[in-house]
């Protein structure tokens, strides 16, 4: 038997979301694919890091394609027809024209029917077009929420929805260890952040809902400003451009305390465990969400969270958040001012993240994937 793997995001040398998913997921499978199975990876370049490190059973192959667009469904669909796999699984992103029967994708949500102003024409048809088209012509899907799949098949009308299987993602596991005080203090002075800060990590755009982010901070920095933690309070924003990136600089440009806000851009993961351990509040009011990997690695940095209702974060962090209506500027802003005054609260909200993450790991996700794909 041969399953064929899609590692080409899981390859990238600046990962989010959706490549780190990619990413853990391969590293669990080597360990949870019996030896007696041959595994391929493809990718547009050499495999870098652990990432190359591969079982006996394993090999790489490297799909080499000058063009920027059309990798996956020329190059890999020529490759698939070639090696002829039993199996194939794309983590993350769309599956090639040509695959094999036993195609196994995972879809991790369907943003753009709640939100389609949050994407250009292009992205917008692109993720519909192929959550529509797995639907169809999928062996097996993977979802990481019953959120998500509940969507995924009230959109594509889908009645019978065995073939989509919830298996829920795990947490870098990096951020429960301690960060040094002195070096995660020289982290934050390196990018220009001093404490006290709330922190919100992930594309800087309308359907993270970073506008509002920046609305209920300001409003907290001009409702309470005589008190000293909210007096010295700054914001910081680590994460790449994403749409509608313009409006939240201009909601910045229109704040009276643009000076305490820091846009860091992407930031590698030994930075992010120091910045993640030393917030004050994790900020997390995203429109929609297929999962919400950032609460769980909150939880692990024992920081406290807010985060949006309706969508999948509740199902996700159970009762270890501090949920809001991500629409109300002030719900935000006063979430934020009890966890940060309010430390009974906090430790509460801890103490139950650290609870819920015994539900979550990549282990469990990857032995769970493995199940699927040697079935």
């Given at each position: 038997?041969?399953?064929?793997?899609?590692?080409?995001?899981?390859?990238?040398?600046?990962?989010?979301?959706?490549?780190?998913?990619?990413?853990?997921?391969?590293?669990?499978?080597?360990?949870?694919?019996?030896?007696?199975?041959?595994?391929?990876?493809?990718?547009?370049?050499?495999?870098?890091?652990?990432?190359?490190?591969?079982?006996?059973?394993?090999?790489?192959?490297?799909?080499?394609?000058?063009?920027?667009?059309?990798?996956?469904?020329?190059?890999?669909?020529?490759?698939?027809?070639?090696?002829?796999?039993?199996?194939?699984?794309?983590?993350?992103?769309?599956?090639?024209?040509?695959?094999?029967?036993?195609?196994?994708?995972?879809?991790?949500?369907?943003?753009?029917?709640?939100?389609?102003?949050?994407?250009?024409?292009?992205?917008?048809?692109?993720?519909?077009?192929?959550?529509?088209?797995?639907?169809?012509?999928?062996?097996?899907?993977?979802?990481?929420?019953?959120?998500?799949?509940?969507?995924?098949?009230?959109?594509?009308?889908?009645?019978?929805?065995?073939?989509?299987?919830?298996?829920?993602?795990?947490?870098?596991?990096?951020?429960?260890?301690?960060?040094?005080?002195?070096?995660?203090?020289?982290?934050?002075?390196?990018?220009?952040?001093?404490?006290?800060?709330?922190?919100?990590?992930?594309?800087?755009?309308?359907?993270?809902?970073?506008?509002?982010?920046?609305?209920?901070?300001?409003?907290?920095?001009?409702?309470?400003?005589?008190?000293?933690?909210?007096?010295?309070?700054?914001?910081?924003?680590?994460?790449?451009?994403?749409?509608?990136?313009?409006?939240?600089?201009?909601?910045?440009?229109?704040?009276?305390?643009?000076?305490?806000?820091?846009?860091?851009?992407?930031?590698?993961?030994?930075?992010?465990?120091?910045?993640?351990?030393?917030?004050?509040?994790?900020?997390?009011?995203?429109?929609?969400?297929?999962?919400?990997?950032?609460?769980?690695?909150?939880?692990?940095?024992?920081?406290?969270?807010?985060?949006?209702?309706?969508?999948?974060?509740?199902?996700?962090?159970?009762?270890?958040?501090?949920?809001?209506?991500?629409?109300?500027?002030?719900?935000?802003?006063?979430?934020?001012?009890?966890?940060?005054?309010?430390?009974?609260?906090?430790?509460?909200?801890?103490?139950?993240?650290?609870?819920?993450?015994?539900?979550?790991s990549w282990s469990i996700c990857g032995k769970k994937t493995a199940d699927i794909l040697c079935a």
């Amino acid at each position: 038997m041969i399953i064929a793997i899609d590692a080409s995001r899981a390859n990238y040398t600046k990962k989010t979301g959706v490549e780190w998913y990619a990413f853990y997921i391969i590293e669990e499978l080597k360990k949870h694919i019996p030896a007696h199975i041959s595994v391929i990876l493809y990718s547009q370049t050499p495999l870098s890091g652990t990432l190359a490190k591969l079982p006996s059973h394993w090999q790489s192959s490297v799909l080499t394609w000058p063009p920027k667009r059309l990798w996956t469904h020329i190059r890999l669909s020529w490759q698939i027809i070639q090696d002829k796999p039993d199996v194939l699984f794309v983590p993350s992103h769309v599956p090639p024209l040509i695959h094999p029967k036993k195609t196994v994708t995972t879809i991790h949500d369907v943003a753009a029917m709640r939100f389609p102003k949050s994407y250009n024409w292009f992205e917008k048809w692109y993720s519909l077009w192929s959550a529509t088209y797995a639907v169809k012509h999928m062996w097996r899907i993977i979802v990481p929420s019953a959120f998500t799949k509940k969507e995924l098949c009230a959109f594509t009308k889908k009645e019978d929805c065995g073939i989509v299987h919830s298996i829920p993602h795990g947490y870098d596991e990096g951020y429960n260890k301690p960060v040094e005080e002195s070096r995660a203090n020289h982290i934050l002075q390196n990018h220009g952040v001093t404490k006290p800060f709330i922190l919100s990590v992930g594309r800087i755009e309308t359907k993270k809902n970073t506008i509002q982010t920046v609305q209920a901070f300001s409003y907290l920095k001009k409702q309470y400003k005589d008190q000293s933690d909210i007096h010295d309070l700054q914001l910081v924003l680590i994460g790449k451009p994403g749409f509608g990136y313009d409006g939240v600089m201009n909601a910045i440009a229109q704040s009276a305390h643009k000076k305490d806000i820091h846009i860091l851009g992407w930031m590698s993961q030994h930075e992010l465990y120091a910045f993640m351990q030393s917030a004050r509040v994790f900020v997390f009011p995203s429109l929609y969400e297929g999962f919400g990997m950032p609460v769980l690695e909150a939880f692990a940095a024992q920081t406290a969270v807010v985060a949006a209702k309706g969508n999948c974060l509740e199902e996700v962090g159970k009762d270890a958040a501090l949920y809001v209506d991500p629409l109300k500027t002030t719900e935000i802003a006063n979430a934020i001012y009890t966890l940060i005054y309010s430390d009974k609260l906090t430790q509460a909200y801890v103490t139950k993240g650290n609870t819920v993450l015994r539900n979550y790991s990549w282990s469990i996700c990857g032995k769970k994937t493995a199940d699927i794909l040697c079935a």
